[in-house]
C-alpha cells in the first residue's frame, strides 16, 4: 500500500531526516516532532517578528557538478541576471537557515556568506523578465527575475500598494485570502495545450528586507514547491501562469492565532512565470551504501501533547523506543536546487518507516542549509523524498556525500562522479 508523506500531515511536509542524529519516522513520530518544531518556530517569530512564513525545516545538504542552457553573461557585456536580482534574498535565507542549524546543533559548521559562484548559479539557472507589471485597483505588481529547476522556483515580486498605504516589516504577508469557505483558486496553471496539467504544490510569499517599512512599497520572493513525482517541471518551457489574488495580512487572535488575512488590495494579477534551463542531475552510486543496526533512543518534548501511538513514555514525559532496522538506497540525485531519494528498509518496530540519511560537505569544510520540501511517498518497506535547498549553491565546491547512521555505524562516504 503506498501513502504520500504529504498526506500524512494535511500538507505539512515531513521533517527530513539528518545525519547528525537517528530520525527514522512513523507517521505518529513525524506528527509529534513536526508539532514541536512549529510550536519553537510560532516562539522565534514572535519574539523576532520576522513577518516570514517559512516552509519546512532545516537539513544539512549540499549539491553537486551542474550544466544549464540560460546563460546571462555574453562577451560584450554582463546581464543584470536573476542570481543580481535574488542576492539579498539568498543572503537573508542563509541567514535564517544558519541561526536555524545552530538553534538545531550549535555546533553547525555553516557557510558564513554567500558566494559569486552561488549568484552565477542562479544567473544560469533563471531569467530576468521585461519587468511584466499588472495594475488593479489602485495598485501594481511587477515580475522581474525568477529562476529554479524542475522542482521548485522562486520568483521576485516588487508590489506598489495604493497611495497612503503602509506595507510595514511586523506581519505575515500573503497573496492569498484563505477564507475558510472561500471557493478553491488556481494559484499556478499551465497553458490551453500543454502536456500535463499542474499537480501539487505549495506556495510561500517572504518580504525582502525593506529599506523603508513605512512606505507603500515592498519586494517579495515567492518560493513555488512542486510535489515529488508530478509531470510539471518549472524549467521545461512549458508556459505556466501565477495567478495572484493581491495583498493580504494575516490577522491574528488574542492567543496568537491565526484568525484568516485582511486584504491591502485585491484584484487578478497574473504572470507568465515559463523557464527554460536544463540543470545537470547528478547521480550519486548509492548501491553499496546500505546501513542499520540496533537503536535505543529517548526524547521528551515540554508542552507538546502526546500523540496515540507514538513511543512509550514514563512518568516525566520520556520516551524510549528500542528497535532493528536496515536501510538500502535505491538511488540520490542531486541537482543545483534539490535533491531526491528514495530507500527501502525492514525495522522491528512497524510505527518506524526510516529514511535516507545523507550529508553533502563542502570543500571548505562547511555544511550547506536546506529546508524539506516536495513531500514524497511512505510504502510498507520503502520511503522516498525530496530536499530542497535554501539558497543555491556554488556545486563545483561539493567535496563528497556522507550516508549512513553514525549510532549504528561508521557512515560511508562517496564521491561525486566527475
Known sequence: MKR??????????????????????????IKELTMSKLEHREMREKKHRTGLRRLGFNILV?????????????????????????KGRMEQQLEEGRTQARWEDPDANVAETISQGQIDTVNRLGQSFQEQTVTQNGA?????????????????????????????????????????????????TVADGSPYAMGGYIIEASPLEDGDPTDNKKDFDIAITGQLGQ??????????????????????????DEDGYEPFF?????????????????????????????????WTHEGVPHNEGCAPYDENGVHTE????????????????????????????????????????????TTAVGIGGGGGELGDDFSSG?????????????????IGDPNVGEPMRLELPR
Open 322 to 365: 528500542e528497535y532493528d532496522y536496515t536501510v538500502s538506497p535505491d538511488y540520490l540525485y542531486i541537482s543545483p536546487l534539490t535533491a531526491q531519494w528514495k530507500c527501502h528498509f525492514t525495522c522491528t518496530d512497524e510505527r518506524i518507516a526510516p529514511g535516507l540519511q545523507f550529508q553533502i560537505v563542502m570543500k571548505d569544510g
Open 140 to 188: 501594481s505588481m511587477t515580475m522581474t527575475a525568477a529562476y529554479g529547476d524542475a522542482h521548485v522556483m522562486h520568483a521576485y515580486v516588487r508590489v506598489k500598494a495604493p497611495q497612503g498605504t503602509v506595507l510595514p516589516d511586523d506581519i505575515l504577508y500573503n497573496f492569498f485570502s484563505h477564507r475558510e469557505g472561500e471557493d478553491g483558486f488556481d494559484y499556478l
Open 4 to 29: 504520500r508523506i504529504s498526506d500524512l500531515l494535511d500538507s505539512v511536509p515531513a521533517d527530513p531526516v539528518e545525519l547528525k542524529e537517528v530520525t527514522p519516522l512513523s507517521s505518529s513520530r
Open 231 to 256: 509531470e510539471a517541471a518549472f524549467n521545461d518551457g512549458v508556459a505556466k501562469y501565477l495567478h495572484l489574488g493581491g495583498l493580504f495580512e494575516q490577522v491574528v487572535d488574542a492567543n496568537g
Open 266 to 298: 485585491t484584484g487578478d494579477f497574473t504572470f507568465d512565470i515559463g523557464l527554460i534551463n536544463q540543470a545537470e542531475v547528478c547521480k550519486v552510486d548509492v548501491s553499496k551504501a546500505g546501513y542499520g543496526g540496533h537503536v535505543v533512543r529517548q
Open 62 to 86: 549540499a549539491a553537486a557538478t551542474i550544466s544549464l542552457l540560460t546563460v546571462t553573461v555574453s562577451a560584450a557585456e554582463y546581464i543584470f541576471g536573476a542570481g543580481d536580482w535574488f
Open 386 to 402: 525530496l530536499t530542497i535547498f535554501s539558497a543555491p549553491l556554488d556545486l563545483d565546491q561539493v567535496d563528497y556525500i556522507l
